[in-house]
Nanobody
Framework: QVQLVESGGGLVQAGGSLRLSCIASGRTFSLHAVGWFRQAPGKEREFVAGVTWSGDTTTVDTSVKGRFTISRDNAANTVFLQMNSLESEDTAVYFC?????????????????WGQGTQVTVSS
């Protein structure tokens, strides 16, 4: 059983930065791949970035490549999403998700555990 809590969202001007955190409970969190997803009003939930259980492999969606970075600290049961050069199109609720896997899922249906989400609003 893994429980996830996101934090770090807020209101920021375009061009600014935010760092989201996903803190997990559960002794097996280090065996889980973690993904960040986002959902804007009226849109489907979409993959943003993911990291394998070990942290050795990461991937980000092309829409945020070069601006967002994902990392994890298994000793602290935490995964981070560093978001730079934010744009108004990045406005959404951001969710972290975890799945016990040696691979790196990139679709929401492959993740079993979800946080409650944190709002990110970018003003232009």
């Amino acid at each position: 059983q893994v429980q996830l809590v996101e934090s770090g969202g807020g209101l920021v001007q375009a061009g600014g930065s935010l760092r989201l955190s996903c803190i997990a409970s559960g002794r097996t969190f280090s065996l889980h791949a973690v993904g960040w997803f986002r959902q804007a009003p009226g849109k489907e939930r979409e993959f943003v970035a993911g990291v394998t259980w070990s942290g050795d492999t990461t991937t980000v969606d092309t829409s945020v490549k070069g601006r967002f970075t994902i990392s994890r600290d298994n000793a602290a049961n935490t995964v981070f999403l560093q978001m730079n050069s934010l744009e108004s199109e990045d406005t959404a609720v951001y969710f972290c998700a975890a799945e016990r896997s040696y691979s790196l899922p990139v679709t929401s249906d492959l993740y079993h555990y979800w946080g409650q989400g944190t709002q990110v609003t970018v003003s232009s």
